[in-house]
Protein backbone atom coordinates (compact mmCIF):
# COMPACT_ATOMS: atom_id res chain seq x y z
CA UNK A 1 0.00 0.00 0.00
CA UNK A 2 1.24 3.36 -1.15
CA UNK A 3 0.47 6.89 -1.35
CA UNK A 4 -1.09 8.37 -4.09
CA UNK A 5 1.04 11.10 -4.48
CA UNK A 6 0.33 14.11 -7.96
CA UNK A 7 3.04 16.14 -8.00
CA UNK A 8 2.00 20.15 -9.07
CA UNK A 9 4.16 23.02 -9.86
CA UNK A 10 2.72 26.81 -9.10
CA UNK A 11 5.02 29.19 -10.67
CA UNK A 12 5.39 32.37 -8.83
CA UNK A 13 6.72 36.37 -9.56
CA UNK A 14 9.76 37.33 -7.61
CA UNK A 15 9.86 34.38 -5.69
CA UNK A 16 13.67 33.96 -3.77
CA UNK A 17 13.49 30.30 -3.91
CA UNK A 18 11.78 27.34 -4.04
CA UNK A 19 8.60 26.07 -1.92
CA UNK A 20 7.66 22.54 -1.12
CA UNK A 21 4.20 21.75 -0.12
CA UNK A 22 1.95 18.66 0.95
CA UNK A 23 -1.48 18.94 0.35
CA UNK A 24 -4.26 16.90 1.89
CA UNK A 25 -7.93 17.06 1.87
CA UNK A 26 -11.11 14.91 3.36
CA UNK A 27 -9.57 12.72 5.66
CA UNK A 28 -13.40 12.34 7.39
CA UNK A 29 -12.43 10.78 10.41
CA UNK A 30 -14.28 9.92 12.99
CA UNK A 31 -13.33 8.66 16.57
CA UNK A 32 -15.41 7.96 19.90
CA UNK A 33 -14.13 6.04 22.87
CA UNK A 34 -16.07 4.79 26.25
CA UNK A 35 -16.76 8.03 27.50
CA UNK A 36 -18.71 8.90 24.07
CA UNK A 37 -22.40 7.87 23.21
CA UNK A 38 -23.46 4.42 21.33
CA UNK A 39 -24.32 6.27 18.37
CA UNK A 40 -20.97 7.99 18.43
CA UNK A 41 -18.99 4.63 18.78
CA UNK A 42 -21.61 3.06 16.06
CA UNK A 43 -21.01 6.20 13.48
CA UNK A 44 -17.64 5.00 13.96
CA UNK A 45 -17.60 1.59 13.53
CA UNK A 46 -19.54 2.29 10.37
CA UNK A 47 -16.74 4.67 8.91
CA UNK A 48 -13.99 2.34 10.03
CA UNK A 49 -16.21 -0.58 8.01
CA UNK A 50 -16.67 1.65 5.12
CA UNK A 51 -12.88 2.50 4.74
CA UNK A 52 -11.59 -1.24 5.49
CA UNK A 53 -14.06 -2.87 3.08
CA UNK A 54 -14.54 -0.36 -0.13
CA UNK A 55 -11.88 -1.18 -2.44
CA UNK A 56 -9.21 1.66 -3.05
CA UNK A 57 -10.46 3.54 0.31
CA UNK A 58 -7.56 3.02 3.71
CA UNK A 59 -8.16 4.03 6.90
CA UNK A 60 -7.61 7.62 7.38
CA UNK A 61 -5.02 7.14 9.86
CA UNK A 62 -3.40 4.73 8.37
CA UNK A 63 -2.99 7.15 4.98
CA UNK A 64 -1.87 9.99 7.10
CA UNK A 65 1.18 7.73 9.37
CA UNK A 66 2.33 6.54 5.70
CA UNK A 67 2.11 10.74 4.64
CA UNK A 68 4.28 11.07 7.95
CA UNK A 69 7.26 8.85 6.30
CA UNK A 70 6.76 10.62 3.28
CA UNK A 71 7.45 14.13 4.68
CA UNK A 72 9.76 13.04 7.55
CA UNK A 73 11.67 11.32 3.86
CA UNK A 74 11.32 14.73 2.32
CA UNK A 75 13.19 17.67 4.12
CA UNK A 76 12.74 20.38 2.04
CA UNK A 77 9.23 20.49 2.78
CA UNK A 78 7.73 23.59 4.04
CA UNK A 79 4.07 22.87 5.24
CA UNK A 80 1.40 20.57 4.83
CA UNK A 81 -1.75 22.42 3.40
CA UNK A 82 -5.15 20.69 4.76
CA UNK A 83 -8.52 22.42 3.26
CA UNK A 84 -11.04 21.08 5.36
CA UNK A 85 -12.93 17.99 6.60
CA UNK A 86 -10.56 16.54 8.49
CA UNK A 87 -13.15 15.55 10.93
CA UNK A 88 -16.23 13.44 10.06
CA UNK A 89 -18.23 14.67 12.22
CA UNK A 90 -17.41 17.55 15.66
CA UNK A 91 -16.83 15.18 19.26
CA UNK A 92 -14.17 15.89 21.58
CA UNK A 93 -12.71 12.38 21.55
CA UNK A 94 -12.06 13.43 17.53
CA UNK A 95 -10.89 16.65 18.18
CA UNK A 96 -7.84 15.18 20.79
CA UNK A 97 -6.50 12.29 18.55
CA UNK A 98 -6.63 14.96 15.62
CA UNK A 99 -4.86 17.52 17.74
CA UNK A 100 -2.20 14.19 18.79
CA UNK A 101 -1.84 13.01 15.06
CA UNK A 102 -0.94 16.59 14.36
CA UNK A 103 2.06 16.69 17.17
CA UNK A 104 3.81 13.67 14.83
CA UNK A 105 4.37 16.06 11.91
CA UNK A 106 7.41 17.31 11.43
CA UNK A 107 6.19 20.25 9.42
CA UNK A 108 3.80 23.01 9.79
CA UNK A 109 0.45 22.52 9.35
CA UNK A 110 -1.94 24.90 7.77
CA UNK A 111 -5.47 24.41 7.63
CA UNK A 112 -8.83 25.71 6.66
CA UNK A 113 -12.21 24.45 7.77
CA UNK A 114 -14.51 22.36 5.78
CA UNK A 115 -18.76 21.74 6.48
CA UNK A 116 -17.83 18.61 8.75
CA UNK A 117 -15.55 20.34 10.70
CA UNK A 118 -18.93 21.93 11.84
CA UNK A 119 -21.06 18.07 11.38
CA UNK A 120 -22.54 17.09 14.92
CA UNK A 121 -23.42 13.37 14.71
CA UNK A 122 -27.35 14.12 14.35
CA UNK A 123 -26.47 15.91 10.91
CA UNK A 124 -24.83 12.54 9.82
CA UNK A 125 -27.99 10.55 8.57
CA UNK A 126 -27.50 7.15 8.38
CA UNK A 127 -30.65 5.52 9.60
CA UNK A 128 -33.71 7.04 11.63
CA UNK A 129 -32.74 4.56 14.87
CA UNK A 130 -29.13 5.49 14.40
CA UNK A 131 -30.38 9.82 14.54
CA UNK A 132 -32.56 8.60 17.93
CA UNK A 133 -29.57 7.63 19.57
CA UNK A 134 -27.88 10.85 19.13
CA UNK A 135 -27.81 13.62 21.20
CA UNK A 136 -30.19 15.89 20.97
CA UNK A 137 -30.27 19.14 18.74
CA UNK A 138 -30.95 22.05 20.70
CA UNK A 139 -31.69 24.94 17.47
CA UNK A 140 -30.25 27.71 20.12
CA UNK A 141 -27.59 26.20 20.02
CA UNK A 142 -25.37 27.42 16.90
CA UNK A 143 -22.61 24.92 15.93
CA UNK A 144 -20.78 27.40 14.15
CA UNK A 145 -19.88 29.43 16.93
CA UNK A 146 -19.80 26.41 19.49
CA UNK A 147 -17.41 24.90 17.58
CA UNK A 148 -14.99 27.62 16.44
CA UNK A 149 -12.91 27.58 19.35
CA UNK A 150 -11.47 24.29 18.84
CA UNK A 151 -10.47 24.98 15.11
CA UNK A 152 -8.70 28.59 16.10
CA UNK A 153 -6.23 27.15 18.08
CA UNK A 154 -5.58 24.61 14.54
CA UNK A 155 -5.54 27.97 12.16
CA UNK A 156 -3.48 30.77 13.49
CA UNK A 157 -5.88 31.84 16.12
CA UNK A 158 -8.50 32.46 13.55
CA UNK A 159 -10.67 29.56 11.53
CA UNK A 160 -12.24 32.62 9.47
CA UNK A 161 -8.97 34.15 8.31
CA UNK A 162 -5.59 33.28 8.79
CA UNK A 163 -2.49 34.25 6.73
CA UNK A 164 0.91 32.72 6.29
CA UNK A 165 3.21 35.45 5.06
CA UNK A 166 6.74 33.94 3.35
CA UNK A 167 8.12 37.42 2.63
CA UNK A 168 7.63 36.73 -0.96
CA UNK A 169 4.15 34.79 -1.79
CA UNK A 170 1.08 34.20 0.84
CA UNK A 171 -0.86 31.85 1.58
CA UNK A 172 -4.35 33.05 2.85
CA UNK A 173 -6.81 30.39 4.80
CA UNK A 174 -10.60 31.46 4.44
CA UNK A 175 -13.17 29.67 5.97
CA UNK A 176 -15.99 29.25 3.14
CA UNK A 177 -17.28 25.90 4.31
CA UNK A 178 -21.00 27.09 4.79
CA UNK A 179 -20.44 28.81 1.33
CA UNK A 180 -20.83 32.86 2.39
CA UNK A 181 -18.11 34.91 2.41
CA UNK A 182 -18.70 37.28 5.62
CA UNK A 183 -17.53 41.58 4.92
CA UNK A 184 -14.80 40.84 7.50
CA UNK A 185 -13.15 38.25 5.60
CA UNK A 186 -13.20 40.47 2.48
CA UNK A 187 -12.01 43.22 4.13
CA UNK A 188 -9.19 41.29 5.53
CA UNK A 189 -8.68 39.41 1.61
CA UNK A 190 -8.28 42.79 0.18
CA UNK A 191 -5.92 44.41 2.76
CA UNK A 192 -3.82 41.36 2.04
CA UNK A 193 -3.77 41.65 -1.56
CA UNK A 194 -2.81 45.30 -1.47
CA UNK A 195 0.79 44.15 -0.12
CA UNK A 196 1.28 43.16 -3.81
CA UNK A 197 2.51 39.60 -2.95
CA UNK A 198 1.16 36.78 -4.99
CA UNK A 199 -1.53 34.73 -3.07
CA UNK A 200 -2.37 31.39 -3.01
CA UNK A 201 -6.00 31.15 -1.58
CA UNK A 202 -6.70 28.07 1.21
CA UNK A 203 -10.37 27.18 0.67
CA UNK A 204 -12.78 23.63 1.90
CA UNK A 205 -15.54 24.48 -1.00
CA UNK A 206 -14.17 25.35 -4.85
CA UNK A 207 -15.08 28.22 -7.42
CA UNK A 208 -16.68 27.91 -10.72
CA UNK A 209 -15.08 26.77 -13.67
CA UNK A 210 -16.67 24.85 -16.50
CA UNK A 211 -13.84 22.41 -16.10
CA UNK A 212 -15.04 22.12 -12.30
CA UNK A 213 -18.75 21.41 -13.26
CA UNK A 214 -17.53 18.53 -15.26
CA UNK A 215 -15.68 17.42 -11.76
CA UNK A 216 -18.81 17.82 -10.36
CA UNK A 217 -21.24 16.28 -12.84
CA UNK A 218 -18.80 12.88 -12.85
CA UNK A 219 -18.80 12.50 -9.04
CA UNK A 220 -22.40 13.66 -8.07
CA UNK A 221 -24.74 12.57 -9.93
CA UNK A 222 -25.20 15.95 -11.79
CA UNK A 223 -24.45 19.31 -11.21
CA UNK A 224 -24.84 19.56 -7.38
CA UNK A 225 -24.83 23.07 -6.56
CA UNK A 226 -23.36 22.04 -3.08
CA UNK A 227 -19.74 21.44 -4.09
CA UNK A 228 -19.61 25.20 -6.04
CA UNK A 229 -19.17 28.24 -3.68
CA UNK A 230 -20.62 30.19 -5.82
CA UNK A 231 -23.91 28.67 -4.99
CA UNK A 232 -26.31 31.44 -4.15
CA UNK A 233 -26.20 35.17 -5.37
CA UNK A 234 -25.48 36.85 -2.65
CA UNK A 235 -23.44 40.14 -3.04
CA UNK A 236 -20.45 39.07 -0.53
CA UNK A 237 -20.06 36.36 -2.76
CA UNK A 238 -19.92 37.91 -6.08
CA UNK A 239 -17.88 40.03 -4.97
CA UNK A 240 -15.60 37.76 -3.59
CA UNK A 241 -15.39 35.85 -6.51
CA UNK A 242 -15.10 38.98 -9.13
CA UNK A 243 -12.28 39.78 -7.17
CA UNK A 244 -10.20 36.51 -6.78
CA UNK A 245 -10.68 36.43 -10.52
CA UNK A 246 -9.58 39.62 -11.42
CA UNK A 247 -5.75 40.35 -12.39
CA UNK A 248 -5.54 43.09 -9.33
CA UNK A 249 -6.37 40.54 -6.36
CA UNK A 250 -2.91 38.54 -6.89
CA UNK A 251 -4.77 35.48 -6.03
CA UNK A 252 -2.30 33.39 -8.02
CA UNK A 253 -4.42 29.85 -7.40
CA UNK A 254 -6.84 28.18 -5.11
CA UNK A 255 -6.31 25.52 -3.28
CA UNK A 256 -9.42 23.26 -2.10
CA UNK A 257 -11.10 20.23 -1.44
CA UNK A 258 -14.98 19.14 -1.02
CA UNK A 259 -15.74 17.41 -4.46
CA UNK A 260 -13.40 14.26 -3.50
CA UNK A 261 -12.21 13.85 -7.17
CA UNK A 262 -8.72 15.64 -7.69
CA UNK A 263 -8.90 18.48 -10.33
CA UNK A 264 -6.68 20.83 -11.79
CA UNK A 265 -7.99 23.39 -13.84
CA UNK A 266 -7.90 27.27 -14.81
CA UNK A 267 -10.69 29.12 -13.09
CA UNK A 268 -10.13 32.88 -14.51
CA UNK A 269 -7.17 33.16 -16.84
CA UNK A 270 -4.07 32.24 -15.57
CA UNK A 271 -5.40 31.57 -11.82
CA UNK A 272 -5.13 27.88 -11.52
CA UNK A 273 -7.88 25.85 -9.19
CA UNK A 274 -6.40 22.73 -7.57
CA UNK A 275 -8.61 20.39 -5.85
CA UNK A 276 -7.05 17.20 -3.85
CA UNK A 277 -9.22 13.87 -3.58
CA UNK A 278 -9.75 11.91 -0.47
CA UNK A 279 -7.10 11.16 2.31
CA UNK A 280 -9.11 7.87 2.45
CA UNK A 281 -8.23 7.48 -1.34
CA UNK A 282 -4.54 7.93 -0.23
CA UNK A 283 -3.97 10.72 -2.20
CA UNK A 284 -1.85 13.02 -1.36
CA UNK A 285 -1.33 16.38 -3.96
CA UNK A 286 2.74 17.51 -3.66
CA UNK A 287 3.08 21.00 -4.84
CA UNK A 288 6.43 22.60 -5.53
CA UNK A 289 6.14 26.87 -5.85
CA UNK A 290 8.76 27.91 -8.44
CA UNK A 291 9.90 31.23 -9.05
CA UNK A 292 9.26 32.44 -12.72
FE1 LIG B 1 -16.88 18.91 2.45
Request: hydrophobic fraction near 40%.
Amino acid sequence: MKLNIENTTIKLPGLKREYHFYHITDAHITHAGAQDSEAERILMEKDIEKYTTTPGLTLPGEAWDMLMEQIKDDPATDALLITGDMFNFFNLSTHRMIRDMFKTCPVEILYTPGNHEFCNPVDVAYTPELQALVRPTDPALDIHVMYHKFYDEFMGGDADFWVRDYGDFLIVGINNEDHDITPSQMDRLKEQASRNLPILLMMHVGVRSDSYIEVIKANWQGLNMYFLFENNDSPMNKAFSDFIRSPESNVAAVIAGHVHAAHAGEYAPGKMQYIAAPLYEKYVRKITVTPC
